[in-house]
């Protein structure tokens, strides 16, 4: 009887609290979330990561930061590389020795290597200090690329640093550091 009593006391007060009857429903507006909230996919709005690449101009590397949506994988990068400098970066002097070029196969980076397949190009020159200068100091300039290597169909190939010398040892932005220009 004690149970009985208790229970019946316990439905009668929760009758007292709750919400006043209302002729239509209406939404309500948690003031409060419980739990852990949505997870929401986080935006790069337009323009929000910045792109470094570098271009030609009067014989120099020039770096060059365009901002873009989101940040670009290595293949995308070069894409942007080779496809030369926009019209604000032309009207500025700038060019590019890789404009209209097929030489870059594909580019795939390897424990913070990035290694740039070339195609076999019948009378094809790969000794374009300017052109090995941009790619190396382009891809070099992320933060997950600490060294750029060469290949042709898929053996290491000798290219030139900035001083003419040819190497097969991975590269840097310091190898080609003279030739880098102040915008």
Not at 61 to 69: H, P
Not at 92 to 115: K, N, P, W
């Amino acid at each position: 009887m004690l149970l009985a009593g208790s229970v019946l006391a316990g439905l009668v007060g929760l009758a007292g609290c709750g919400v006043p009857d209302e002729d239509s429903p209406r939404p309500i507006e948690p003031s409060l979330i419980i739990g852990s909230p949505p997870a929401q996919a986080p935006s790069n709005p337009a323009g929000a990561v910045v792109e470094r690449l570098y271009l030609v101009r009067d014989d120099q590397l020039v770096a060059v930061e365009r901002r873009v949506g989101s940040t670009a994988d290595v293949a995308a990068l070069l894409g942007d590389l080779v496809a030369g400098p926009t019209e604000a970066e032309r009207d500025e002097g700038l060019s590019s020795a890789l404009t209209g070029t097929d030489l870059i196969a594909g580019v795939r980076l390897v424990d913070g290597t990035a290694e740039v397949s070339f195609r076999p190009q019948s009378g094809g020159r790969t000794d374009d200090i300017l052109a090995i200068g941009q790619i190396v100091c382009t891809l070099d300039a992320r933060t997950d690329v600490d060294t750029v290597r060469f290949l042709l169909d898929g053996q290491v190939l000798k290219v030139p640093r900035a001083d003419g010398s040819l190497t097969e040892l991975p590269l840097t932005v310091a190898d080609y550091r003279t030739l880098i220009a102040e915008r």
